[in-house]
């Protein structure tokens, strides 16, 4: 059974920096497309960043220079690092994983960020 677990949401300061990370199993990690997305209030779900198998990047633009997505395939991991938050960056984010090949993709039950003074 796959699973993907979310952790490290929570209250920051505008400006301040979280670190989101997911933790995979029951699947082969290294040949999954990796992402991170986040729905705001009242809004639809939306991409943050991608990793591919191979290591690419892919970020919205409204997180481009802020935000750092990153996986590590021996732990099976991937991680979110946000910097210079903003309000508008509120949201539930969730961890997804996807094989376009196999035709599957998985996601996480989301992790809250909110970013107010």
């Known amino acids: 059974q796959v699973q993907l677990v979310e952790s490290g949401g929570g209250l920051v300061q505008p400006g301040g920096s979280l670190r989101l990370s997911c933790a995979a199993s029951?699947?082969?990690?290294?040949?999954?497309?990796m992402g991170w997305y986040r729905q705001a209030p009242g809004k639809q779900r939306e991409l943050v960043a991608i990793v591919t198998s191979g290591g690419s990047t892919n970020y919205a633009d409204s997180v481009k220079g802020r935000f750092t997505i990153s996986r590590d395939n021996a732990k099976n991991t991937v991680d979110l690092q946000m910097n210079s938050l903003k309000p508008e960056d509120t949201a539930v984010y969730y961890c997804?994983?996807?094989?376009?090949?196999?035709?599957?993709?998985?996601w996480g039950q989301g992790t809250q960020v909110t970013v107010s003074s």
């Open positions: 029951g699947m082969i990690f290294s040949i999954y497309t």
């Open positions: 997804n994983s996807r094989n376009a090949r196999l035709q599957t993709e998985y």
